[in-house]
Nanobody
Framework: QVQVTESGGDSVQAGGSLRLFCIVSGTEDRVRGVGWFRQAPGKEREGVAAIWSIGGTTFYADSVKGRFTISQDATGNTVSLQMNSLNPEDTAMYYC??????????????????WGRGTQVTVSS
């Protein structure tokens, strides 16, 4: 089994920054990629950013391009999401997910088979 744990959520003012962390542990299944998703109240969960473990290719939703940066450490077990220029529309529960297979369309939920419990990000105006 693979465990996914998020941290770093907080409350910030518009224009501020936050860095989220995702720790992926467990060796029973090889992790090929990690993605960040978010769900705001009353809205569907959406893919925000993703990174493939081999090669480090990154993917971003249009709504966060140029503001968010996803990265991984040398082991690939810790994935960070640096979020800059935050605005109230970024308020959501942020989830990290791990995929055992690299597939096309990496911002789709169906790609991922291991999920964390989420970390709350609140941006006030």
């Amino acid at each position: 089994q693979v465990q996914v744990t998020e941290s770093g959520g907080d409350s910030v003012q518009a224009g501020g920054s936050l860095r989220l962390f995702c720790i992926v542990s467990g060796t029973e299944d090889r992790v090929r990629g990690v993605g960040w998703f978010r769900q705001a109240p009353g809205k569907e969960r959406e893919g925000v950013a993703a990174i493939w473990s081999i090669g480090g290719t990154t993917f971003y939703a249009d709504s966060v391009k140029g503001r968010f940066t996803i990265s991984q450490d040398a082991t690939g077990n810790t994935v960070s999401l640096q979020m800059n220029s935050l605005n109230p529309e970024d308020t959501a529960m942020y989830y990290c997910a791990a995929a055992s297979r690299a597939k096309s369309r990496p911002l789709l939920e169906s790609v991922y088979n291991y999920w964390g419990r989420g970390t709350q990000v609140t941006v006030s105006s």
